[in-house]
């Protein structure tokens, strides 16, 4: 991605200033204005999908412009004023991801727990990519009786739980992993692959005339089909190319919205009181190629086996291949879907925090995120906004965030960054 530093209107990448201090503004105030910038991309994208689900509000759109123009001016806001504005930016995120939830499952029904099969099928078959279920399903209706397959890749294995989605028997399973890996699977996927939404790497020649995007998804160089109600090309692209391989990985579950979960809430209240449940993780988040990222597949190996693993986003995909059993029935590990479905787990929290008449910082739960792009940004500004104390946040801090911002948030939520799985763990369920 491209920006302009607001003071000096010079291009950097990836960060707004990479020369921090030369033009004289106050690193750590511009510091919170990228991270406003930055949440505020997350909180369009999730605003963008609910939008789409005939779910809008008018505070999340003056909200949106008012910060926009925060960011606007050369004159520095104080920090307090910043702060206030990201707090409130996530107090907004909390909305969106709310109007979300209610958007997806008014449309595609409540998810169901489900067990989806990895791997492909024998004949001709398109992946999905992305985070719009509404393209899926678009396709979905298209490829009906074509004989044509579908698969879900990365951030769209969830859609498998849907009902209004599930029903189509052509929709076989999921193929692949998380974003950074893509490479390597839309090469050997071998049919052509659709692309919804961002997290999309530039493609090399070996499928580069297999991909498409639609929506607001673009490559340079790669077809786009600019309306969901015409995938003719791509589907007579994976005519053409023919039968896929038989393939077959190890079935994953998905499905465990917070309405699902909390139908099991008296058997977890229980088991948590029988002393069969003594905690919960969340563990997940934005994946990335970093090196380190191994620490979350550690983390949720060492777990122990009285607790329950929840996840979300396509972190997941660090560990949801494993079989993880379950504690009297209940099961140890429930993927809560989307990156955006984290409001499944604040509703979770806030639920057995009700139950068990406790603070949600005063629970046996400990949340554990790996950070790495805009959504993730604007997930961190609810925990924050929310209060939401001792989270653990890497492998890497973003770049925009200054040491004084950090210590700030290390001083005010005693968040952490994550260290070595053992000693996080030891220190977690100690707390
Ligand atoms: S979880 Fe984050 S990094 Fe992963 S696909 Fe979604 S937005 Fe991209």
Redesign the pocket.
Known sequence: MAMFCNQCQQTARGIACTVRGVCGKDEDVQSLMDTLLFGLKGIAAYAYHARLLGRTDPEVDAFIEEALFKTLTNVDFSQEDLWNTLMKAGMINLKVMQMLDAGNTEHFGLPEPTKVRTGTVKGPGILVT??DLLDLEALLRQTEGTGVNVYTH??MLPANAYPELKKYKHLIGNYGG??QKQKKEFDEFGGPVLVT???VLIPPESYKDRLYTTSVASVPGVKHMAERNDFSEIIEHARRIGDLPERRGPDVWTGAHHKAVLSLAPVIIDAVKAGKVKHFFLVG????ATPGRDYYTQLAEKIPQDSIIMTL???KYRFNDQEFGDIGGIPRFLDLG??NDSYSAIVLAVELSKAFNVEVNDLPLSIVLSW?????VAIVLTLLALGIRNVRVGPTLPAFITPNNWKLIQDRFGWKAVGDPDSDLKDMLKG
Do not use: P
Not at 372 to 376: G, L, N, R, T
């Open positions: 992305g985070h990365g951030e998380a974003w939404t961002n997290c988040g934005c994946d990335g986003a396509c972190g989307q990156c790495f792009e805009q959504k993730a």
